[in-house]
């Protein structure tokens, strides 16, 4: 089992920053690919991004592309998602999540999943 904590959300005005980060515990992460959504009550659970084991993939929805950044420090068991230009749009709960293998963009394929942090993101 693999317990996952996000943490780090708040509130920005439009164009803040957040860090927002997912502590693991239960095992090691550095076999996992991990990945972020967010959901919103208008929303079902949509992909943000992923990054894998290595670091050295990383994938990114379009809509947070070139503003969100994922990084990830297996000896801390901790991955990073730093948000940048953050709009009123991107307001949601942010939830973390770990697959056995490559970043993917489908829920389905994430094993492990955390308790969400909020995201508000005020214009």
């Known amino acids: 089992q693999v317990q996952l904590v996000a943490s780090g959300g708040g509130q920005v005005h439009t164009g803040g920053s957040l860090n927002v980060s997912c502590a693991a515990s239960?095992?090691?992460?550095?076999?996992?690919?991990m990945g972020w959504f967010r959901r919103t009550p208008r929303k079902e659970r949509e992909f943000v991004g992923a990054i894998e084991w290595s670091s050295a993939i990383t994938r990114y929805a379009d809509s947070v592309r070139d503003r969100f950044s994922l990084s990830r420090d297996n000896a801390k068991n901790t991955v990073f998602l730093q948000m940048n230009d953050l709009k009123p749009e991107d307001t949601a709960v942010y939830y973390c999540?770990?697959?056995?293998?490559?970043?993917?963009?489908?829920?389905?394929?994430?094993?492990?999943w955390g308790r969400g942090t909020q995201v508000t993101v005020s214009s």
């Open positions: 239960g095992r090691a992460l550095n076999q996992y690919a």
């Open positions: 999540a770990a697959a056995e293998g490559v970043a993917m963009a489908s829920a389905l394929e994430y094993e492990f």
